[in-house]
């Protein structure tokens, strides 16, 4: 692999990660706002068919989604810092720690939301970040081998 290539497979993961950390902000802090409308609106026909939310009901939820959108950030400033330290120096542990990392949650995360029937959490999150964050670690992994 040219160092190009994988300069830009790199700055991918990193500019994926700074993309997740900011989809994190937002869970964080804008929950309920336009930019998950879908989202709230499956889990809403999913879970109360189809009624919105509201009272201490919508406070626990909003409550959840800060926490989870701590977690989205905490974890993918990692994945950024691993990105821009050990990854771009080739260093095999970060490439099987990203791996790890990113195939745990992808695993945990999808099991949980297949048993509850959580599709949609698949399709517009799981899914594409596991994409996204797992298309530059195949893209490199020759960079790895001893």
Do not use: C
Request: glycine residues 8%; hydrophobic residues 55%.
């Amino acid at each position: 692999m040219t160092d190009a290539k994988f300069n830009f497979w790199q700055k991918w993961l990193t500019w994926a990660n700074v993309m997740t950390v900011l989809v994190g902000l937002l869970v964080a802090f804008a929950g309920n706002s336009i930019f998950f409308d879908a989202y709230n609106s499956f889990t809403n026909e999913l879970f109360f068919q189809g009624n919105e939310m509201q009272g201490e009901l919508l406070n626990f939820k909003n409550w959840l989604f800060g926490i989870i959108g701590g977690t989205i950030v905490g974890f993918h400033v990692l994945m950024i810092m691993i990105s821009e330290n050990a990854f771009k120096k080739k260093e095999s542990w970060a490439n099987k720690t990203l791996w790890l990392g990113l195939l745990s949650w992808f695993i945990v995360d999808s099991s949980i939301t297949i048993y509850y029937g959580a599709l949609h959490n698949m399709v517009m999150i799981n899914s594409v970040a596991l994409v996204l964050i797992g298309l530059p670690l195949i893209m490199t992994r020759k960079a790895f081998k001893s």
